[in-house]
């Protein structure tokens, strides 16, 4: 049975930093390409980050390019999102998604493209 749990959300000050974390279990992990994505409320969810099977692959959302960063560590079934200079506009529920791809390079965007969903991990930025 696949999981995706994602923790590490929270309340914080707008400027401030958190660091997500979504821990993979039931899957091979280092087969999947991965992805954080987020919904606001009364807001559809739109993707954030994505990251390719090996790592060598990134993509951000301009809203947080140069403010986010995403890693993975495929030893640790783990996919990480660093999120720093916190805005409000940041708050929403942010989970992390999973699909097999068969390319080390590949990643996708799409949440349409993902097959497993963690549970969420609700981020809220005050102002």
């Known amino acids: 049975q696949v999981q995706l749990v994602e923790s590490g959300g929270g309340l914080v000050q707008a400027g401030g930093s958190l660091r997500l974390s979504c821990a993979a279990s039931?899957?091979?992990?280092?087969?999947?390409?991965m992805g954080w994505f987020r919904q606001a409320p009364g807001k559809e969810r739109e993707f954030v980050s994505a990251?390719?099977?090996?790592?060598?692959?990134?993509r951000y959302a301009d809203s947080v390019k140069g403010r986010f960063t995403i890693s993975r560590d495929n030893a640790k079934n783990t996919l990480y999102l660093q999120m720093n200079s916190l805005k409000p506009e940041d708050t929403a529920v942010y989970y992390c998604?999973?699909?097999?791809?068969?390319?080390?390079?590949?990643?996708?965007?799409?949440?349409?493209?993902?097959?497993?969903w963690g549970k969420g991990t609700l981020v809220t930025v005050s102002s």
């Open positions: 998604a999973a699909v097999a791809v068969p390319n080390y390079t590949v990643v996708r965007t799409s949440a349409r493209d993902m097959y497993y």
């Open positions: 039931g899957l091979t992990f280092s087969s999947y390409a």
């Open positions: 990251i390719s099977r090996s790592g060598g692959t990134i």
